[in-house]
């Protein structure tokens, strides 16, 4: 009988090979690289930028489709030794390529996990004050919705998540309507267009 971690591993490089077989795939891997590429983006996009509005001292935040931790250590660096960070990916080689880089930085408040972001039932319900999904939904070929459920059961009731799409249709999975139909599943604060593509969000009072 297989594991959960094994299950997860089998489906994770099933969705990898499929997404590398879709027109996406030579632009998502080339975000996936680690040194190089993420020095060029600091230029345009650094981390601290995107999520300092967000992201306070102690607090519980989860990076879903974390890659090599373009954002990771700046979000372990902004909740601090008190907060916790978890990084989640299905790639192993970015997930190992992030513990490296945490290990070196002396980041201690790091939890890395190999699963795809549809699963992330080692997050109790209600934990997190911030999701960070940057470059997530469009980079999955299957799953997604699960990937919103997850979200939504783990964001605490005054919590926030960050939405991107690195691509819309036909580079990424993720078209206008889907994306728009995710955005109403959640209180949109900032952003949501599909030109902008990117939303902050919160839980739908009920
Ligand atoms: C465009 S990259 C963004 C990486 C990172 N968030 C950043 O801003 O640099 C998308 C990432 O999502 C990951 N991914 C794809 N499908 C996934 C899934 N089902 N669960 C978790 N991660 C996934 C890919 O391996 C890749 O690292």
Not at 17 to 30: F, Y
Not at 152 to 158: G, Y
Request: glycine share 8%; aromatic share 8%; proline share 2%.
């Amino acid at each position: 009988m297989k594991t959960s971690q094994e299950k997860h591993k089998v489906e994770g490089e099933k969705q990898l090979e499929d997404q590398t077989k879709s027109k996406a795939s030579r632009w998502l891997w080339l975000r996936r690289s680690p040194a190089l590429l993420d020095a060029l983006r600091r230029l345009f996009e650094p981390p601290k930028r995107l999520i300092e509005p967000y992201v306070k001292d102690s607090q519980v935040v989860a990076d879903l489709g974390c890659g090599s931790g373009y954002c990771t250590l700046a979000l372990a660096e902004l909740v601090g030794s008190e907060g916790k960070v978890y990084a989640v990916d299905l790639d192993r080689k970015c997930i190992r390529a992030l513990e490296k880089r945490a290990n070196k930085s002396g980041y201690r408040n790091i939890e890395v996990h190999a699963v795809s972001a549809a699963d992330v039932s080692f997050i109790k319900d209600r934990s997190v004050d911030f999701v960070l999904a940057n470059g997530l939904l469009c980079s999955m070929a299957d799953n997604r919705q699960s990937a919103v459920n997850e979200i939504k059961r783990i964001l605490k009731s005054t919590g926030q998540a960050y939405l991107s799409l690195g691509f819309g249709l036909p580079l990424g999975f993720v078209g206008q309507a889907e994306w728009e139909k995710t955005l109403e599943e959640f209180r949109v604060e900032q952003g949501g267009s599909y030109k902008e593509k990117w939303a902050v969000v919160s839980l739908r009072k009920e």
